[in-house]
């Protein structure tokens, strides 16, 4: 089925499409381009492996002796790693050149089983063999070496030569960052001979007007770690990553997540931690090889920017990137919401960023409820129960009288200052089983004087005086002898009762003599609770009301907007994908501010060199009346349209 394709602008950005069939673009790739029927050649991805070849700088080691590893170890100036003169160097091969040895091993089964097992032995510059990261980890810190525990890598299919290059370049930029990067960026363009438009390159974000970022190193909370932050529960970052986990999905803390030697670990989809990742900064005492210093590092992957058939520009890495490493971050200018609003409106939203944790933590939160207005959290759902006698109302509230043990819970002594509430008793005294609990509810009292105890008070300790309430409507209790009204001395306006020995019988047939005496044990709420027996509609689950954490810093408080359209970094290029390689991670480093993390890119998978980056959009589609954007991805599970 033919494709109608729309027009792109200089950053290959699509602005229009005129018809689009809704089926998955994965089987394109068998369309021809000539009357032959040849294959449709997509110079883009064309190009070939090759070797690198560090001979001429690359430095071996010593045969092993048994001896005891210190820095003497790597003293000779061959073996120290000299960042400057190694930057733009593929970091796998860093160690190679300094001294160190990369074995592919293989081992067989037991039993003569012909199936063998392969696996990675590094070897140091003294001749000893580590077998995995701790204990590379542990040589690094034996011998001061300043080489980083991400240079080394123990799964056996990564090809740490390999290096990718085009078969053919019509244009070709040394470095796209004109030396703002760490490492020189290239660019080249297989399809024509065009350029990109040019981009003010930043490593850093740019906050604009009405975006105040606090970095002042007094708001971080810093580490005190001499160990490069290998145990998470001593430091005080891992445990801010730790603890955060408390208000991901199921509200349990995950004590392992976080870095593991400075990549993320896990099943594809599931490295990512939804709460963010905080990261040691300027206030820590630990030094820079600290395990927990990840996206803070400048560039340092092979990566280059290139030009695509129809999706304008895209990053590729030109050597293998190892599951879970850490690529790049993403950088532009920081709008808040409205005037990020009209950026997009008059000069494009194609380079948005939304920092929305806050927001995608909370969704995730059970028993999610959209904000609602104060007005709304007061709103209670009334509960009906048919178990009761339906009341009447009189004519005159001030012949009634309430009894409640409200004040049972306070124990201080002190008389309380609640104007909608004032206790009669502070005593608490002993119900007989099967006590009228409508009687017993908790009722607010705006007003009334104090209620005197009586001889018959004295005399029976069922008996209790309460204050009259002028305000509130409440049932006839004296109605279908649902209490008794008793004589005694009492002031004007004032009345004492004795509570039945069952809510819906007669108080006549009740024998008060044979009345079981207890001490019954109340649940801490307000409003009526029934018996067991009459427990009536249960109660919805999870009804109090959500406020989403971004409100606490302003009513109108939205989640802010990074812009690279016009500045930013490679980050800008990376295209989107229905199964990308690359995933987002909440990183925070220079503020602890929730609204203001890092956007990280890692490795969801082991990359090949010379393929592109991608990530997942995750644009909602149909948000945007009017605007439909279509996905040109190719994959087999492309869902078509992005918006």
């Known amino acids: 089925q033919d494709l109608a394709l729309g027009a792109v602008d200089a950053d290959g950005a699509p602005t229009k499409k005129l018809n689009v069939a809704r089926k998955s673009m994965g089987n394109r790739r068998s369309e021809s381009n000539s009357a032959a029927g040849q294959p449709l050649v997509k110079w883009e991805y064309e190009g070939q492996i090759n070797q690198v070849d560090v001979a001429d700088i690359r430095s071996y080691g010593i045969p092993f002796r048994k001896h005891g590893c210190s820095e003497k170890c790597i003293d000779h100036p061959k073996f120290k790693y000299n960042e400057d003169k190694l930057k733009g160097t593929n970091p796998l091969l860093i160690p190679l050149i300094v001294g160190w040895n990369r074995q592919i091993t293989k081992i067989g089964g037991k039993g003569g089983n012909i199936k063998q097992k392969s696996g990675v032995m590094y070897t140091s510059p003294c001749g000893r063999r580590l077998r995995n990261l701790e204990e590379v980890h542990r040589y690094l810190r034996i011998t001061k070496s300043n080489l980083e525990i991400d240079f080394f890598n123990y799964e056996w299919f990564v090809k740490v030569f390999d290096e990718w290059s085009p078969k053919r370049t019509y244009s070709h930029i040394r470095d796209l960052s004109y030396g703002r990067e760490n490492v020189p960026i290239s660019c080249v363009n297989s399809v024509d001979k065009s350029f990109p438009e040019y981009v003010e390159y930043s490593t850093v974000r740019i906050p604009k007007d009405k975006v105040f970022i606090n970095t002042d190193p007094e708001f971080l909370v810093g580490c005190n770690c001499v160990d490069d932050c290998q145990d998470k529960e001593s430091c005080s970052c891992h445990q801010l990553t730790i603890q955060a986990t408390a208000c991901s999905k199921g509200g349990k803390i995950n004590p392992n997540v976080g870095y593991k030697f400075r990549r993320l670990y896990g099943k594809r989809g599931e490295k990512t931690v939804s709460t963010g990742i905080y990261e040691c900064n300027s206030q820590c005492k630990c030094a820079k090889t600290c395990l927990n210093r990840v996206a803070q590092h400048p560039l340092r992957n092979k990566l280059q920017v290139f030009k695509t058939e129809k999706r304008g520009w895209g990053v590729r890495t030109l050597c293998d990137i190892p599951d879970g490493a850490f690529i790049c971050i993403y950088v532009g200018n920081l709008f808040e919401a409205e005037e990020g609003n009209k950026q997009g409106q008059n000069f494009g939203d194609e380079y948005f960023a939304d920092l929305d944790m806050i927001e995608i933590v909370e969704r995730n939160k059970e028993g999610y409820e959209s904000d609602v207005s104060e007005d709304e959290e007061m709103t209670r759902p009334e509960t009906k129960y048919s178990s009761f006698p339906k009341p009447t109302f009189p004519s005159k509230p001030a012949d009634f009288l309430s009894s409640e043990e409200d004040d049972e819970d306070d124990t201080s002594g002190e008389k309380s200052t609640d104007k909608d509430f004032n206790p009669s008793h502070s005593s608490r005294h002993s119900r007989p089983r099967g006590t009228d609990r409508v009687s017993r509810s908790r009722i607010p009292q705006t007003d009334g004087g104090e209620t005197t105890s009586g001889s018959e008070a004295e005399e029976a300790p069922s008996l209790r005086g309460s204050l009259i309430n002028d305000l509130i409507h409440k049932p006839d209790p004296f109605q279908n002898n649902m209490v008794r009204r008793l004589e005694g001395s009492l002031r004007e306006g004032q009345v004492s009762v004795l509570y039945p020995s069952q809510v819906d019988g007669n108080m006549d047939d009740s024998d008060e003599d044979d009345m079981e005496i207890l001490e019954e044990k109340r649940p801490i709420r307000s409003g009526f609770t029934a018996t067991p027996g009459i427990m009536g509609p ?106």
């Not at 490795?603 to 991608?614: F, P, Q």
């Open 538 to 643: 249960k109660k919805p689950k999870n009804t109090e009301t959500f406020k989403s954490t971004r409100k606490f810093f302003g009513h109108a408080e939205e989640a802010y907007i990074m812009d690279a359209k016009s500045i930013g970094n490679i980050g800008r290029y990376l295209n989107h994908s229905c199964n990308p390689n690359c995933i987002v991670q909440s990183v925070f480093v220079d503020t602890h501010d929730v609204r203001f993390h890092w956007v990280a890119f890692f490795a969801d998978v082991k990359i090949d060199a010379g393929t592109e980056l991608s990530w997942d959009y995750n644009y909602e589609t149909g948000c945007i009346p009017g605007k439909e954007l279509y996905c040109e991805c190719g994959g087999q599970d492309c869902r078509g349209r992005l918006l």
